[in-house]
């Protein structure tokens, strides 16, 4: 049922058409909402200080799954940049870096170059015309996640990984993988001034931070798309890229604004709990740990298997109407 993308957005008090027109939580049927959970929530619905919007796909680019979390400041024109734009971009970006080969990956390691590269263009092509289109003083923040199957799509191997997981970010998003015996590795971090190696970056391009940790004294963010504001090579759209190797018993969890309390201990207890299902802890995450009365945040929940499931079952739906 995921052959078209689940898309729910928050920001100004207005949803975009393509979404649903009254819930910021978004589920399909009782089968999705186990593997799948989309929540985007801010407490004052009528002008939040920052939007947030999540987009989930599966198997509309065929063999790929996709999902992505954005997250606006200082408005929302660059956030509907993104929206429009960016999962085209990267899907685009991983087709043309397929060779139909087997794919190779450690399990344990940053993206290589080609990977790094294909982001880095999908992200900039998107911080572009977003520098050209929105106010100077709008920006987004991109987290973005595609599932790869790393045998034929339909296939399982209990002993071997399922799937290759890369994950790319600009911004302040935050992404945890969580493994079936509770280990949590946090494949990305939010790029802040409090990250020493981003302010050091910053400060050497001739860009300053303030004692709030604000670049240029006005951006809580060290890299983001948008913000014509503050030159690219102060706060470049460069996302961080991991690929690792991911088995049916992770667990997926990303999320926009992560509260400072959401440790990874938090996200294992949740991830893991048998009896929530994906859209619950979705909607934990987004609606319990709001930071204040004027911010957005989203999160995305998803159970790498039964993602993979729904990624084979439309595959082969597509397969039969060919």
């Not at 995450?285 to 009365?293: G, K, R, S, V």
């Amino acid at each position: 049922a995921f052959g078209d993308a689940m898309y729910a957005q928050l920001g100004s008090g207005a949803f975009s058409p393509a979404s649903p027109a009254a819930a910021f939580g978004v589920k399909a049927d009782e089968r999705s909402a186990r593997w799948l959970g989309v929540a985007v929530n801010g407490a004052d619905n009528s002008a939040p200080l920052v939007s947030a919007a999540a987009r989930v796909e599966c198997g509309r680019t065929p063999g790929t799954a996709y999902a992505e979390l954005l997250s606006g400041v200082g408005g929302s024109a660059t956030l509907d940049v993104a929206a429009a734009t960016l999962h085209r971009a990267v899907l685009q970006a991983t087709n043309d870096d397929d060779d139909g080969g087997d794919t190779d990956v450690d399990s344990d390691r940053a993206a290589d170059d080609d990977v790094d590269s294909d982001a880095r263009a999908a992200f900039e092509s998107v911080d572009t015309l977003a520098r050209l289109t929105a106010p100077a003083t709008d920006g987004a923040g991109a987290l973005t996640a595609t599932l790869r199957p790393l045998r034929r799509v339909c296939e399982r191997d209990a002993q071997q990984p399922l799937a290759v997981l890369t994950v790319s970010n600009v911004g302040a998003g935050r992404a945890l993988l969580v493994a079936a015996d509770g280990v949590v590795r946090e494949l990305a971090q939010p790029h802040t001034a409090d990250n020493s190696d981003e302010r050091a970056r910053v400060l050497s391009v001739g860009g300053s931070v303030d004692e709030r940790g604000r670049v240029g004294g006005v951006l809580p963010l060290t890299r983001v798309l948008g913000f014509s504001l503050l030159p690219a090579r102060v706060v470049p759209a460069e996302p961080s890229s991991v690929r690792v190797a991911v088995s049916a018993g992770d667990t997926l969890v990303l999320t926009s604004h992560a509260p400072a309390h959401l440790v990874a201990a938090d996200a294992a207890r949740f991830a893991l709990d048998s009896v929530a299902s994906a859209q619950e802890v979705a909607d934990l995450l987004a609606f319990d740990h709001i930071p204040d009365d004027n911010t957005a945040v989203a999160a995305v929940v998803l159970r790498v298997g039964e993602w993979h499931d729904a990624l084979c079952d439309q595959t082969m739906k597509t397969n039969d109407e060919l």
